[in-house]
């Protein structure tokens, strides 16, 4: 029988090997569902022909996945909090991997965007979990701080390495064998998880908060279905002006309601952090200009160069490779200076790669296209190690689960609002294809060039004196398990 560890308490000890095993496993089932972000991307064209779907269903097929996950990330951590981190997380991978069977024997763009949305609900449960696994399995602050790093370094490599793998299996087995894939993969982690992986709840639990799930969905969806069907509506159509309406009073209930929870879905004190506050929106950032990136990407190196599935992915393989040697060392990094200068180089990167990818045309020669590239992979290789940790330094491990869903939850956000308003500006073009569509995605780079500086702005405003000073008032808000219950018990409670 598995030993049951709470955070805050003195559970049982694992041992190095252990711990590291436990990290292994949650890096490898993050590493599908992660993957399954970027991984569609390259067959989109494929599915295009294929399913006879149009762009708005191309936005869905990769949305219908991150806007599910966004919206029940929050959810499930708590939940896991609540009734137990490994519970959750073998549920979450059992219903990722019927979904993604699903996904596979879909015979319409339809059933494929439904079952892609059951593969979330399965994602949402494992994302954030893991984190919250990994953050209470290594106690040590040093240890830890690695051990996120290295899960955030996986987390950045699943999405470079998604577009080559994907073009690989599409190349040679179909778009369908992208899913097909998960299946073995999936069912190997339930069973390593049963065996190696401890129980795990919060001290104290979280009660569900119906009310602010339900206006955390309406805010997401409306949004996204907004900017999606906006190019078919047009922005003055009452539909799109009410999901807008929806959204904004969704969010004005959210402020409204939820700090009068004793539990709420959005702990909202969570954001007096500065570095907190920043963390989210720089994953939000991050990811949204990512996404882009990936929609308009693959897109151009095949429909407009003409390159099969397998040479557009390997075309990306320069971001994978620069991920590959640049996160272990930004971890260490952080881990040893802080996240200021990552965060400088990842937002310069980004601002720089937006930038040059305006003169991107249908004849650009290759070694250019690939050299641009190379700014995208230094921004994705700095990025992901410094926001996990900001995330969760300096909170209370109590928080753990919510904080590291928030963060997830901002990453996933990004990526939907990344595909559907890059859709959204190419979309009238793709069918032309050429210099029409290389024109139009000259909005796109502005957008990434803007989130860049945005990075950079935040990276360097996060990490001063002020902004620590405000991370320390914010977590004597909230209450240490181990600590009397007083209101100033929480002030000790702040892990590294």
């Known amino acids: 029988m598995q030993p049951t560890t709470r955070p805050g308490e003195r559970g049982v000890e694992l041992s190095r090997r252990r711990r590291f095993l436990v990290l292994g496993i949650c890096c490898a089932s993050v590493l599908v569902v992660v993957m399954d972000i970027s991984i569609v991307n390259v067959a989109l064209p494929t599915m295009r022909r294929d399913l006879n779907a149009s762009v708005s269903g191309l936005q869905w097929t990769v949305d219908a996945y991150t806007l599910v996950l966004a919206s029940f990330l929050v959810l499930a951590g708590s939940t896991a909090d609540r009734v137990g981190r490994r519970r959750i997380f073998q549920i979450g991978l059992a219903a990722f991997g019927l979904g993604s069977l699903l996904c596979a024997l879909a015979p319409s763009i339809g059933w494929l965007i439904a079952a892609r949305a059951l593969q979330a609900v399965g994602g949402t449960m494992l994302n954030p979990v893991a984190m919250a696994i990994v953050a209470t399995t290594f106690p040590d602050p040093r240890e830890r701080a690695r051990a996120i790093g290295v899960f955030g370094s996986v987390t950045g490599l699943s999405l470079a390495l998604g577009p080559i793998l994907g073009g690989a299996l599409v190349d040679g ?122 929609f308009v990407t693959t897109q151009y190196l095949q429909d407009v160069r003409g390159m099969s599935a397998l040479t557009a992915g390997l075309s990306l393989l320069p971001i994978g490779v620069l991920i590959v040697v640049l996160s272990p060392i930004t971890g260490r990094l952080v881990g040893t200076r802080g996240p200021r200068l990552p965060l400088v180089i990842s937002g310069t990167a980004l601002a720089l790669g937006g930038a040059v990818s305006i003169w991107l045309g249908p004849t650009t020669p ?7 590239y190379l700014l995208f992979g230094i921004f994705l290789g700095t990025v992901n190690p410094p926001i996990t940790n900001t995330a969760v330094s300096g909170m209370p491990r109590s928080m753990a689960g919510v904080a590291t869903s928030l963060a997830s939850a901002g990453r996933q956000t990004g990526t939907t609002l990344g595909v559907a308003i890059a859709g959204t500006i190419v979309g009238s073009a793709l069918t032309r294809g050429g210099t029409a569509y290389t024109k139009a995605e000259h909005n796109v780079w502005w957008l990434i060039l803007a989130l860049g500086a945005g990075i950079l702005i935040l990276g360097v405003l996060s990490t001063g004196p002020w902004a620590m000073d405000t991370a320390s008032r914010a977590a004597a808000l909230f209450q240490d398990p181990d600590q009397p219950r007083t209101r100033q018990a929480g002030a000790n409670s702040v892990g590294a």
């Open 173 to 294: 087995f179909g778009w369908h064998s992208i899913f097909w894939i998960n299946v073995p993969i999936v069912t190997a982690a339930i069973v390593c998880t049963a065996l190696f992986v401890p129980e795990s709840r919060a001290a104290r639990t979280r009660r569900f908060d119906p009310v602010g799930q339900t206006l955390m969905i309406l805010m997401l969806g409306s949004v996204v279905y907004a900017i999606i069907e906006s190019h078919k509506l047009g922005w003055t159509s009452p539909i799109i002006l009410g999901l807008l309406a929806i959204a904004v009073l969704s969010a004005l209930g959210i402020v409204g309601y939820e700090p009068r929870r004793t539990d709420p879905l959005l702990e909202l004190r969570l954001f007096r952090s500065v570095p907190f506050s920043s963390a989210i929106l720089m994953a939000l950032f991050a990811l949204c200009a990512f996404g882009a990136f990936l």
């Open 366 to 372: 290759l070694p250019a296209v690939l050299a641009i």
